[in-house]
């Protein structure tokens, strides 16, 4: 074979109408996309920016309120307890739901128990707890990102990864709008922890998106081959003690506001 037969294009394929490019966004899968995309904003902007104007308004001091940004750092080291995440079934609930969506719905109960626990408190006298639960769904919900993710590739082809990741942004954009606004708009009217109860209540629509959504393909653990490792137990815990120091000194200087 000659070197300009090697190098001839591929035969012209038929070119899609821009209705059909875009018919792939009335898709189940990428509508339940879009629900995952603002189940997964909600809580990242109410955690954060939307509960600093609370304590705020509580009262308390920006160094304090600085502290709070801590609850985000799930949102960093989410890669430390995804293989758990991967490798790790649940009881009864991933027979019934699949792997994924089975950790979907179990991450998503876990941020909406925690926001329900936050509108419980009062800054001014609950600030610890208040702290501990900011913490917790901010855990939950980076843990629900590491399985809308896996489930996003799992469940569509190629030919529509872009649409499904479109779809996630555009719900992830509608949520830190909603997040933003609502509860400041509530929390004039009827106060901040009825407030933050109706955004639990709306963060309910995530588990109802898993429940529509299509099954994903079956979940495969994959081996980890570790037979070219080296065995170095001495050396493994003075490596992951370092990491344990370097995470609590960056969080002792990203909570001081000098990070």
Not at 163 to 190: K, S
Request: net charge positive.
């Amino acid at each position: 074979m000659t070197d300009a037969a090697s190098s001839a294009p591929p035969p012209d394929q038929p070119r899609r109408s821009v209705f059909g490019a875009l018919a792939v966004f009335g898709e189940r899968r990428v509508a339940v996309m879009l629900g995952l995309g603002f189940a997964a904003g909600l809580p990242n902007f109410l955690i954060f920016d939307t509960m600093s104007a609370w304590l705020r308004a509580a009262g308390l001091s920006l160094a304090v309120i600085s502290l709070f940004s801590l609850a985000t750092l799930p949102y960093s080291f989410k890669f430390l307890w995804a293989p758990l995440v991967d490798r790790t079934a649940i009881p009864g609930l991933t027979r019934w739901l699949g792997h994924r969506r089975s950790w979907m719905v179990v991450a998503q109960a876990g941020v909406i128990a925690s926001l329900l626990l936050i509108s419980t408190g009062d800054p001014a006298r609950d600030l610890k707890m208040m702290a501990v639960f900011a913490v917790a769904a901010g855990f939950c919900s980076a843990t629900q990102d590491i399985v809308v993710d896996a489930w996003r590739i799992e469940a569509a082809d190629a030919s529509r990864q872009g649409a499904m990741a479109a779809a996630y942004q555009w719900g992830y954009r509608i949520a830190n709008i909603v997040a933003g606004a609502a509860p400041l708009f509530l929390a004039d009217r009827i106060g901040w922890r009825p407030a933050y109860a109706l955004m639990a209540a709306i963060m309910a629509l995530g588990p109802l998106c898993v429940l529509g959504a299509p099954r994903e393909a079956e979940h495969r653990i994959r081996p980890v081959h570790t037979d070219s490792v080296a065995y170095r137990p001495v050396l493994d815990r003075i490596e992951w003690l370092a990491r344990l120091a370097l995470l609590v000194v960056a969080a002792a200087l990203f909570g001081s506001g000098l990070g």
